[in-house]
């Protein structure tokens, strides 16, 4: 047999078993994916699916937590093609140091997030860096849930940040965790406008 041969052998083999998983899924429906972990890109791969969605001729819609006082690239794009944000605005936690401050903010976004969860229009909605939160217990986490839950049913919720509760890994379809190797930042690098914001 030939190194071509078993090549072919090889391929065709994980070709039938990839093809029976895909005929295996049958059901079709808005999911829950949740992208969490100690490593970057977790926005950057909440914010690719955005992308993806409005490429496809999709509506989707930005709730953005935790941050918002830096320019965003993606909102840049984003918003020019018709994509809503609803944006916290006060920056990182440990900036504001005021709590009932950021509890108000986060109310507010979230005020807007469940106009956007409520509206089958959507078709995909983004919670960027709500993890932090229910985490740190800005929003109530029954409502959170619920809301998401109770979302219309062709409607994919993405949901970021660091520290998901078990109720949001409970309640996702996909829960994908990124991993922290290796990161510029804590060797010195700065942050860099058009890579890392």
Same mark, same amino acid.
């Given at each position: 047999?030939?190194?071509?041969?078993?090549?072919?052998?090889k391929?065709?083999k994980l070709k039938?078993?990839?093809?029976?998983?895909?005929?295996?899924?049958?059901?079709e429906?808005?999911l829950?994916?949740?992208?969490?972990?100690?490593?970057?890109?977790?926005?950057?791969?909440?914010?690719?699916?955005?992308?993806?969605c409005?490429?496809?001729?999709?509506?989707?819609?930005? #709730?953005?937590f935790?941050?918002g006082?830096w320019?965003?690239?993606e909102?840049?794009?984003? $918003?020019?093609?018709?994509?809503?944000? =609803?944006?916290m605005a006060t920056?990182?936690?440990w900036?504001t140091?005021?709590?009932? #401050?950021?509890?108000i903010?986060?109310? $507010?976004?979230?005020k807007e997030a469940?106009? %956007?969860? #409520?509206?089958?229009a959507y078709?995909?909605v983004l919670?960027?860096?709500?993890?932090?939160?229910?985490? %740190?217990? %800005?929003l109530?986490?029954?409502?959170?849930l619920?809301?998401?839950?109770?979302r219309?049913? $062709?409607? =994919?919720v993405?949901?970021?940040?660091?520290?998901?509760?078990?109720?949001l890994?409970?309640?996702?379809?996909?829960?994908?965790e990124i991993?922290?190797?290796k990161?510029?930042?804590?060797a010195?690098v700065?942050a860099?406008?058009?890579?890392d914001?």
């Amino acid at each position: 047999m030939t190194t071509q041969d078993k090549h072919q052998k090889k391929s065709q083999k994980l070709k039938e078993k990839v093809d029976a998983s895909i005929a295996q899924a049958t059901e079709e429906r808005g999911l829950v994916l949740l992208i969490t972990g100690n490593g970057k890109g977790k926005s950057t791969a909440g914010f690719g699916v955005v992308t993806r969605c409005v490429g496809h001729g999709y509506k989707a819609a930005v #709730a953005q937590f935790i941050k918002g006082t830096w320019e965003c690239g993606e909102r840049n794009l984003l $918003e020019s093609h018709g994509v809503p944000f =609803s944006v916290m605005a006060t920056g990182f936690t440990w900036d504001t140091q005021d709590r009932e #401050a950021d509890i108000i903010a986060a109310t $507010e976004v979230w005020k807007e997030a469940k106009k %956007y969860l #409520a509206d089958p229009a959507y078709h995909v909605v983004l919670l960027d860096e709500l993890t932090y939160m229910l985490g %740190y217990k %800005y929003l109530d986490e029954k409502e959170v849930l619920d809301t998401i839950s109770s979302r219309p049913p $062709e409607q =994919s919720v993405v949901i970021t940040g660091r520290g998901a509760v078990a109720s949001l890994r409970e309640i996702a379809d996909t829960v994908s965790e990124i991993k922290d190797i290796k990161h510029a930042y804590t060797a010195g690098v700065k942050a860099r406008k058009g890579v890392d914001w």
